[in-house]
């Protein structure tokens, strides 16, 4: 359900989206699948994944797409912050 919401949500209002942070895990839609869902509808939103669990193959292979960033759970604000400004950046270029 709420990663059909969130891409509901870059359909409605796509242009007014700094960034998307998507966990792997999450009800009905994961985040793989909502990965490709938005990237079918903005290829410029910059997305950070995060995850409790490390790094794994269904992770690179999200990250191999185009995602831009991943920060493993739990994080501190600090490390939050420096991912979102790297996946920001990144992303204007």
Known sequence: KRGAAAVATVRRR???I????????MPGMDGGRTFDQI???????PI????G????DRV??????GCNGFIQKPFTLRAMSQKIRNAIAASAV
């Open 14 to 16: 796509g242009e007014d």
């Open 60 to 65: 690179l292979k999200i990250m191999r797409k």
């Open 18 to 25: 700094d960034l998307v942070i998507l966990d792997m895990i």
């Open 48 to 51: 950070v994944l995060s995850s």
């Open 53 to 56: 669990y490390a790094i794994n």
């Open 39 to 45: 990237r079918k509808i903005s290829a410029e939103i």
